[in-house]
């Protein structure tokens, strides 16, 4: 999987860019390399949302986080069928019990 960010302004991202596509890629990796989960028919996606969404969580619960995942099915891409499917999944964390107020 080839993992880019474009387009973005990383440059406010709690984490520099280069890292935040080291923890997408071991991410990603990790989910490839646990036996225990059959990525032809579970919802890789929605796991690879969760396990990003761990991971930031550990690095900083000061921010809020949205990740979003884009498939592009193309299985049934020929020449004589142009059929393909788009999905995308998206999750979002945040530490609800922490406030932060401004004392003026």
Do not use: C
């Amino acid at each position: 999987m080839q993992i880019e960010i474009k387009d973005g302004r990383s440059d406010n991202s709690p984490l520099p860019e280069r890292k935040l596509v080291t923890l997408i890629q071991e991410s990603y990796d990790s989910l490839k390399d646990d036996n225990e989960i059959n990525l032809s028919t579970e919802s890789t996606s929605n796991l690879l949302i969760k396990l990003v969404l761990e991971k930031l969580e550990k690095h900083s619960s000061l921010y809020k986080y949205i990740a979003s995942v884009t498939t592009l099915n193309i299985e049934g891409l020929n020449e004589e069928n142009a059929n393909f499917s788009l999905k995308n999944d998206i999750g979002a964390s945040w530490e609800s019990k922490k406030r932060w107020y401004i004392q003026l």
